[in-house]
């Protein structure tokens, strides 16, 4: 498969394999997935308001942060069906 550039966690990351890539975003999804059930479990805020502890957990801006909280929400209520 080809390389491409990007920019990943602020910083240009020249010829990534689209598969390492992908492994990359593959570890960040379950990190931040297991980061959300933590703070959840802990009751340290209600998860409406989780964006601000995702952001600073990871390192992201919060639109970033609020796609991944997005994806915990339905991740959550597909596994209750």
């Known amino acids: 498969m080809g390389n491409i550039l990007i920019n990943y966690k602020n910083r240009v990351m020249s010829k990534l394999s689209i598969k ?11 990190d931040v ?28 801006e919060s639109s970033q942060a609020r796609n991944y909280l997005i994806l915990y929400f339905e991740s959550k209520k597909t596994n209750k069906s």
């Open 33 to 60: 997935m297991a980061f959300c059930e933590v703070l959840r479990l802990s009751g340290k805020t209600n998860m409406l308001g989780a964006v601000p502890y995702i952001q600073e957990e990871f390192g992201m």
């Open 20 to 30: 390492e890539m992908s492994e990359e975003l593959t570890k960040e999804i379950a």
